[in-house]
Every structure is written in structure tokens, then in C-alpha cells.
């Protein structure tokens, strides 16, 4: 059930029988010579479209910007500063939660939104507990990016190993291929240096450099990811992996109290 293809009062009853929402979170930046663009919010927002596509689910609208400043040198990327999307994560929640909404699961497809949306989360939930009224609804929020699913997470690192890496990922690109076998992109000619794991540990969350110093050390967008190793058979086991993943995540945090 997709907010965008719905009417006012279909939502309204909606809210009578549920009152959670699924968001997806990517991102517009590059991902390589073979990634496109879009990757980020394309993955998450397909796997989100399938966790509500066979239940009374409700897909809110994807927030398809992300915090990507590192990738600016590289032509097509448009990156949101942290607040900016805090601020956008601010107002899609307590537009929705002023309607009757309470349970916000937000799948996340880049790296670089944990830290800011989790911080507007928080800010939220501070908001609420510091108000003296004791008035406003009660409002939950979960995080889970799709490559944390344990089974597509296992998947992964079956299929590609080290050859992974940290963005422009062939897991991802597998994904686009299957989902849009209408734009294939060549693969690039050779693997990218590894990364040690010193580097993925300190780099987590795209805990990068400046966008000039980005592109000095990555030349072609790749972060140790081997995107020569994607096939859209994989992107297809993939997606299908994270889709029940995630519907049995989703109904978890329903059920939380």
C-alpha cells in the first residue's frame, strides 16, 4: 500500500487498523563506472515496495537525498547537508505523526544517513520527553539498513567476498541490473585496491575525506567494491533475501511494545 497511490480517506482507515509506516532512505551520488546514479534510494525503495507489497503495510515516499558531501567531485552527485535532511526527516515524521501515525521503520540504503537521521530521531523523542503537556502521541523509530538483513548480509559476502568492499558495491549494482535490465552499464576493466579492515572499520557510516581528496584516493568512485563481480541473477536472490528479511523485521518492530 503506497501513500502516493492513495486517497485521504483510504489512509484515514489505514489508521484505524495500523499505525506504522515504512520510509526508505538513499541517496543521489555516483557508484562507480557501472552504478548508477540512483542506486541508493532505487535499492532501498524496491525492497521497501516489497515488504508492503503482500501485507496491510503502508510505503511512505521515498526521502531519496542523502548526506553524500565526499562524492561532489564527482559529476551527478547531489548531496544534502546533515541538518538539511534531519530537517526533512524532522517534518515527514511529525507531519504524518499529527495524522495519527506512530511506528516509523526507515530502511536505509546509504551509509551516510545513520548518524543524521538517527540524530533527528532522537531529537524527536527528546522533544516529546522534555514537553511539560504529556499530550502528544506516542511515537517509535527503527533503523535498519538493508545490507544488515542477516540473510541478504550472508548472501553478500558469499557471492563477492572481500571483492564487497564499501561503496559502489556489487551487491547493489546487482540489484539495479535485476530491477532495471533496461539500463546495463560495462564493467570496468579491472578490481580496485582492497581495503584492509582497519579502513572499513574506520570508515563506517561514509566517514570520508573531502570531496577533492575523495576523488584523489578513489579515482573511479569504487571503495574497494569489485563491481565487475554483479550479475542481475544475484541482484535478483538478493532483493528477494531482503525483502523476507525485512517483513519479518518490520512486523518485530510492530510488535514491540
Not at 51 to 59: A, C, F, P, R
Request: aromatic letters at 8%.
Amino acid at each position: 500500500m503506497e501513500l502516493v497511490f492513495t486517497t485521504w480517506n483510504e489512509v484515514e482507515a489505514y489508521l484505524d487498523r495500523s499505525k506504522g509506516i515504512i520510509v526508505p532512505l538513499g541517496s543521489i551520488e555516483q557508484h562507480g563506472p557501472n552504478g548508477l546514479i540512483g542506486t541508493d534510494a532505487l535499492c532501498a525503495e524496491a525492497i521497501a515496495r516489497g515488504i508492503s507489497g503482500s501485507d496491510d503495510v503502508m510505503l511512505g515516499p521515498t526521502i531519496a537525498f542523502g548526506v553524500a558531501p565526499f562524492n561532489l567531485r564527482f559529476p551527478g552527485t547531489i548531496s544534502m547537508r546533515s541538518k538539511t535532511l534531519m530537517s526533512i526527516v524532522t517534518d515527514y515524521v511529525q507531519s504524518l505523526a499529527s495524522q495519527g501515525f506512530e511506528r516509523f521503520y526507515f530502511l536505509n540504503g546509504h551509509g551516510g544517513n545513520v548518524g543524521p537521521v538517527r540524530a533527528a530521531c532522537q531529537d524527536l523523542q527528546a522533544e516529546r520527553s522534555l514537553s511539560a503537556s504529556g499530550s502528544q502521541r506516542d511515537m517509535r523509530f527503527f533503523f535498519r539498513s538493508w545490507w544488515e538483513y542477516p540473510t541478504a548480509d550472508a548472501l553478500r559476502r558469499e557471492l563477492y567476498g572481500e571483492g564487497e568492499g564499501m561503496h559502489a558495491t556489487p551487491s547493489e549494482i546487482a540489484i539495479t541490473q535485476a530491477l532495471f535490465p533496461e539500463h546495463p552499464k560495462a564493467a570496468p576493466a579491472a578490481a580496485p585496491p582492497r581495503l584492509s579492515i582497519e579502513y572499513l572499520r574506520d570508515h563506517a557510516g561514509d566517514n570520508h575525506a573531502d570531496a577533492r581528496q575523495h576523488r584523489l584516493h578513489f579515482p573511479d568512485g569504487r571503495v574497494g567494491s569489485d563491481s565487475r563481480l554483479a550479475r542481475p541473477e544475484h541482484g535478483r536472490t538478493l532483493l528477494d533475501a531482503a525483502i523476507e528479511d525485512g517483513k519479518r523485521d518490520y512486523k518485530t518492530f510492530l510488535s514491540q511494545l
